[in-house]
């Protein structure tokens, strides 16, 4: 693990087993990527993924 620095970009790892409402809000407190699950296994793509991300 790298140490903490101002260039460190923050990323976030998101599923549908923590949804996030408010995108503004998570951009605001410096999040600059995020990483989205979308598969179970190597085939199987989450149902939900269409509803919550892919809008």
């Not at 503004?24 to 149902?47: F, H, N």
């Amino acid at each position: 693990m790298q140490d903490r620095s101002k260039q460190n970009v923050e990323v976030i790892d998101v599923s549908h087993h923590n949804t996030i409402n408010d995108w503004k809000k998570v951009a605001a407190d410096g999040v600059k990527a995020v990483y989205i699950r979308l598969t179970e296994g190597k085939s199987y793509i989450i149902a939900m993924v269409m509803k919550l991300f892919l809008q």
